[in-house]
């Protein structure tokens, strides 16, 4: 920014107008960078905050903020679309700094996916395949999905390791394969009850970031999400303490600095998940590395979910 002495008139390298604002909002986007060099108007303020878009300056930006609904396996297709079509209606309330994902069943994906185009909600699925097509009886590859309509999917979920067989070594597989598609993984890793008990939490984290990126180019890992959901917090109603999230949150970005450098682990999201209700989320959003909400049962109802996107 130039201040004219003379005229005392502030000159600007760039201008962002309403169209940029109106362009921003069609892609989906709620979040405009702008420098000490713009000159937002005065109709782009106005549209932006009319429509919920973040203005941010370069170096005041923050992690995003991300809560996503897995869905895991319910709703029918009516009853998806009816609970999408009213979190689509409640996206305008919503806080403009925080993202809104919701991971249906395959089968609702393409339906939910019209209901919510042109909002800020996302779509995600919650699981994929590591080949793009072929003789896979069962399997769904991440080009399918965004062309269903999906811009997440998740990964490594606990239920698809104890149920199906789901290892670091195929983690990392699909998750090469997401990344090539253009879509954005959502990792998950997390240990079970025993291998907390017997102190092994941190080893076995370790164990599924290290397996499961391996490979990964920095370029790549600053595609990723990752979620740390402690098996025993999920579907039990017993959530972690802020204090044993934010441990093994610090210790996924220490991990994810050593591997990857500075820049990639400070923009790196690290959601929780394992019993959120709209009761907890407040007090384990406030801790440093926690970046946002994978939120099982509490997301398959309007109120409930809301209220966690509005903690
Ligand atoms: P709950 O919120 O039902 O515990 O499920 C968490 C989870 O597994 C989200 O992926």
Not at 38 to 52: D, G, I, P, Q
Not at 80 to 98: C, H, I, T, W, Y
Not at 104 to 112: D, G, H, K, R
Request: one cysteine or more; hydrophobic letters at 35%; charged letters at 25%.
């Amino acid at each position: 920014m130039k201040f004219d002495e003379k005229y005392g008139i502030k000159s600007f390298k760039k201008v962002l107008s309403v169209v940029d604002v109106l362009a921003t909002l069609r892609s989906g986007n709620r979040i405009i960078k702008i420098t000490d060099d713009t000159l937002v108007t005065s109709l782009a303020k106005e549209t932006a905050r009319k429509h919920n878009i973040t203005l941010i300056k370069k170096g005041e930006e923050m992690r995003r903020k991300i809560i996503a609904g897995n869905w895991k396996m319910h709703k029918t297709l009516k009853e998806a679309v009816d609970l999408a079509g009213n979190l689509k209606e409640r996206a305008s309330q919503f806080p403009s700094d925080r993202e809104v994902v919701i991971c249906p069943p395959f089968t609702a994906l393409s339906v939910v996916g019209e209901v919510i185009k042109g909002s800020p909600v996302k779509l995600g699925a919650q699981n994929t395949f590591w080949e793009e097509k072929g003789a896979y009886t069962g399997e769904v590859s991440p080009p399918m999905l965004k062309d269903a309509g999906c811009q997440y999917v998740i990964i490594g979920h606990s239920e698809r390791r104890q149920y199906f067989g789901e290892t670091n070594y195929s983690v990392n597989k699909k998750m090469k394969k997401v990344l090539e598609s253009g879509l954005t993984p959502i990792v998950c890793v997390g240990e079970k009850l025993q291998e907390r008990e017997d102190g092994k939490t941190l080893s076995i984290i370790e164990e599924q970031v290290r397996e499961g990126m391996e490979g990964l180019s920095t370029e790549e890992a600053s595609g990723l999400v990752v979620a740390y959901e402690p098996v025993w917090a999920i579907g039990t109603g017993k959530t972690a303490t802020p204090q044993q999230a934010e441990e093994v949150h610090d210790f996924i970005r220490k991990k994810i600095r050593e591997l990857y450098g500075e820049e990639v682990a400070n923009n790196l999201p690290i959601l929780y998940g394992g019993s959120i209700k709209p009761q907890n989320i407040a007090s384990l959003m406030e801790c440093a590395n926690i970046d946002g909400g994978l939120v099982g049962g509490a997301s398959l109802e309007l109120e409930s979910f809301s209220q966690i996107i509005n903690y």
